[in-house]
């Protein structure tokens, strides 16, 4: 990703919409392992400078960050207090993390963290409705000042209703799996999950249909650049 910054790489599934995950997919093309977990070279990447003395990463970017991995990564522990101190210099940035590990939270945050630092936006991802129980209530008590629901790849129906009152979200994402052993994502869960935030007044966006997309019980094989086009065509996105 261009603009991104992936201070390490490598992971562990733990749990179901981990099953092909697109880390452990690319690094099998250079038959690399990506439970070896570790620190990139350019983890300081944020800090450094072009010749002309600004950022490589510039003033106000939007950056990627930790997306070859998972920022709350138990391995991470050691890298993380750095890590933090990064984000911290570049108040000028915003920084996008996405977690499946959003139970780690409370032992990672920095000392100072607060309510939350303004530039970090942290997305919670759910797949399933055992793993939107597990996740969502910790989610919604998390100190975080910007939070939002990614549900990718979505493997089955969701009921969210438990938890999208309150104001404490501000979207929810939805997209279907890529690659050759895509689970199917079927366009009746994506309407279901619309209308529930219709519903609660939260924004939502249809990302992308995913490799294998079902919908009035056929499904189709859609190629990965279309996948995006598909999505947008359905014209389902809503702000309230
Ligand atoms: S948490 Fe994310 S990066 Fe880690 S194995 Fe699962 S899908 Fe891959």
């Known amino acids: 990703m261009k603009d991104g910054w992936n201070p390490w790489h490598g992971c562990h599934k733990i749990s179901p919409g981990c099953a092909h995950c697109y880390v452990y997919r690319m690094d099998a093309r250079h038959e690399k392992d990506s439970a070896v977990v570790t620190k990139n070279a350019d983890f300081d990447l944020p800090l450094r400078h072009r010749r002309d003395g600004t950022y490589r990463l510039p003033a106000g970017s939007v950056i990627p960050t930790c997306f070859t991995s998972d920022f709350f990564l138990e391995d991470a522990d050691p890298w993380r207090p750095d890590a933090w101190r990064i984000i911290r210099e570049r108040q000028d940035a915003h920084f996008f993390i996405i ?22 936006t942290i997305y ?4 399933n409705q055992d793993r939107a129980d597990f996740r969502l209530p910790l989610y919604a008590a998390a100190p975080i000042r910007h939070k939002g629901l990614i549900l990718e790849p979505l493997l089955e129906s969701i009921d969210l209703t438990p938890y999208l009152g309150g104001n404490w979200l501000t979207e929810v994402s939805v997209g279907g799996e890529s690659g050759n052993e895509a689970r199917p994502c079927h366009y009746d869960w994506v309407l279901s999950i619309r209308q529930q935030c219709m519903d609660a007044g939260v924004a939502f966006a249809f990302r992308q249909t995913g490799a294998r997309f079902v919908k009035d019980g056929k499904l189709y094989r859609i190629p990965r650049r279309l996948q995006h086009a598909q999505a947008r ?8």
Do not use: F, M, Q, S
């Not at 919670?124 to 797949?127: A, F, I, K, Q, S």
């Not at 065509?233 to 309230?240: E, S, T």
């Open 233 to 240: 065509k359905a014209n389902l996105d809503y702000i309230p």
């Open 124 to 127: 919670c991802t759910v797949e």
């Open 99 to 120: 977690t499946k590990r959003i139970h780690r939270l409370p032992e990672c945050l920095p000392p100072d963290w607060g309510d939350g630092y303004e530039n970090v």
